[in-house]
């Protein structure tokens, strides 16, 4: 029998959502399954770098860029953020119930051999370089990737 | 043949979309499908029962129970909510047309058979109990048991 | 071997959400997939034709019409749409860049042969008439014809 396969597309970009997909995603990875995450709009800012600046961006590159939260360590939830408080209400007692914070499970999927994909087009738009993403992704692809890769899995989520 | 399957995951505590996924449920297990619905995140409060009180929980536990709808009876709409006039707008106008209520559409999945369950982890991070859920639950899960059963499934949806 | 085959429910009325639907639609009609849309809920407010008027409607359906937005030329980003600035500014870029807005999408995915479905329950509920809705639709169908077709899907989202 074939090795089963989950394909999961990141589009949003709060922190509850992308937890549920790291979640699914880890697990998944760890009982065996090949796993496809494709990051695509706001999804993209899990994936950004701390501290990077790119030169030669036009302004509306650079509004963007300042608009989409830095990465998974800046992430608010889609409820209760109450200008930070919810959110960091969240962080603590997932950290007090030992609950992996999104950061480590990025690292976790990193380790686990999840493939992790940004969208090509909405990196074009949004204005973001490869360098201001984080390391060890699969790839930079475009909708045929995902959709080569989905057609293949039991599972697909759209997040 | 083997006999079809539907996996949904209900993220979403939002009226509007968890009607759409009981619609969804019930109408497969209706056709004669195997239905499970993993309820997570914001979504397991469509299945808090209304007026329990749990003991010993703290001071931040106790902070999302009040927060958290109490129940399918008190979700809001995920837009036009307009201070609940929306959302009112809406369940009238769906008891006009003789469309079912989400409490009416959980009774009816539990008689079609669907397989309702809550997820272990979210409830530890919000501190829910098993005694302020509904009864009738298939019962309270992690993801690999999600997994399973979606791998199963020709449909999975993520809501 | 058979025809591949994708099926996307498209609930969100948002225009990022449904720009992600239509290219993930029209990529995978373009490599030569079967591709179902359904719109429900929100998603409705995508098939919306410009300047209808419908008489005979109730005071809550003409609400209903005024509140959603009026076809996919007028929906709004889920995020920074910020009085319809950020809204604009992603139109303005996407045209720069040479990304298909969604209007055009929607005519390409007709083109490709994409079958696109408006949910019949909830154009009841909303008050939407046929003749408010685009032409080119496929048809005017029920939880079960979407259940039939997902069930032969490979890859099925909701959105």
């Given at each position: 029998?074939?090795?089963?396969?989950?394909?999961?597309?990141?589009?949003?970009?709060?922190?509850?959502?992308?937890?549920?997909?790291?979640?699914?995603?880890?697990?998944?990875?760890?009982?065996?399954?090949?796993?496809?995450?494709?990051?695509?709009?706001?999804?993209?800012?899990?994936?950004r770098?701390?501290?990077v600046k790119v030169?030669?961006k036009?302004?509306i590159e650079k509004m963007f860029g300042m608009m989409l939260?830095k990465?998974?360590?800046?992430?608010?939830?889609?409820?209760?953020?109450?200008?930070?408080?919810?959110?960091?209400?969240?962080?603590?007692?997932?950290?007090?119930?030992?609950?992996?914070?999104?950061?480590?499970?990025?690292?976790?999927?990193?380790?686990?051999?999840?493939?992790?994909?940004?969208?090509?087009?909405?990196?074009?738009?949004l204005g973001l370089k490869?360098?201001e993403?984080?390391?060890?992704?699969?790839?930079?692809?475009?909708?045929?990737?995902?959709?080569?890769?989905?057609?293949?899995?039991?599972?697909?989520?759209?997040?």
């Amino acid at each position: 029998m074939a090795q089963e396969r989950v394909s999961i597309i990141v589009f949003s970009g709060e922190l509850d959502k992308c937890l549920a997909a790291f979640i699914i995603g880890t697990g998944a990875a760890a009982s065996g399954m090949e796993v496809d995450m494709f990051f695509t709009f706001w999804g993209l800012s899990v994936l950004r770098k701390k501290g990077v600046k790119v030169k030669g961006k036009s302004f509306i590159e650079k509004m963007f860029g300042m608009m989409l939260p830095k990465g998974a360590d800046n992430l608010a939830l889609s409820k209760m953020h109450m200008l930070g408080m919810g959110t960091n209400m969240m962080k603590e007692v997932m950290k007090k119930k030992k609950v992996a914070s999104l950061p480590e499970l990025i690292e976790i999927a990193k380790q686990l051999g999840v493939n992790l994909y940004a969208c090509e087009m909405s990196m074009n738009v949004l204005g973001l370089k490869r360098e201001e993403l984080i390391d060890g992704l699969k790839g930079v692809v475009g909708v045929a990737t995902y959709l080569e890769n989905a057609s293949k899995a039991q599972i697909t989520l759209f997040i």
